[in-house]
């Protein structure tokens, strides 16, 4: 999601019983909701990502401790990450050329919006707020990127390239609520 930057030692992380005892409930819940992956906290990286791997038959979901930690990252845009990378396994649709066993963003962050938040949902009454998702992923974005997190700008004009790639353009297509038509847009 945020291309693996790594969070600078001048921000301390998270390590508080709250933030562990969110992290624990939020990956049981996961776990329970789709037992076919494998959840895998990485708390000692410093790297602010999470990334789905497939390994042979095993299909993985690691949230590292960076993102998993980082004081700015709420509750929301822990669950909309552990749902994107989540949709990179279950999403139908278009893949990455690279490895086709993953779906590409637009297939999973319309999988997460749609049918991954349904299914978590149904079982534990799980909910997030997507504006709030994409301001806190945002604003961390901005802090590894060297920018104050109000210098975010929006990104207008890119028509070469899928629109997943900018965070910006994407942040505000997920904030639109039109996540039946993300696939669409994909131009990979």
């Known amino acids: 999601m945020l291309n693996a930057a790594s969070v600078g030692d001048d921000i301390s992380l998270c390590h508080t019983q709250a933030r562990l005892l969110l992290l624990d409930i939020l990956l049981s819940e996961i776990r329970q909701v789709f037992p076919q992956i494998s959840y895998e906290l990485d708390a000692n990286s410093r790297t602010a990502n999470a990334q789905a791997l497939a390994r042979g038959d095993v299909r993985a979901v690691r949230l590292y401790g960076g993102l998993a930690l980082h004081p700015l990252i709420g509750a929301d845009a822990l669950v909309f990450a552990l749902l994107h990378e989540t949709g990179h396994h279950l999403a139908k649709g278009r893949r990455f050329a690279l490895d086709p066993m993953l779906a590409c963003e637009c297939a999973a962050d319309k999988w997460a919006l749609t049918t991954g938040v349904g299914k978590w949902k149904r079982r534990f009454d799980r909910r997030f707020s997507i504006n709030a998702a994409t301001s806190q992923l945002g604003a961390v974005l901005a802090l590894v990127r060297g920018e104050p997190p109000s210098n975010i ?36």
């Not at 990104?155 to 390239?161: S, W």
């Open 153 to 188: 700008k929006s990104a207008k004009g890119r028509t070469n390239a899928c629109w997943a790639v900018c965070w910006e353009t994407r942040a505000t297509r997920l904030r639109s609520g039109r996540c039946s038509n993300l696939a669409n847009h994909c131009h990979r």
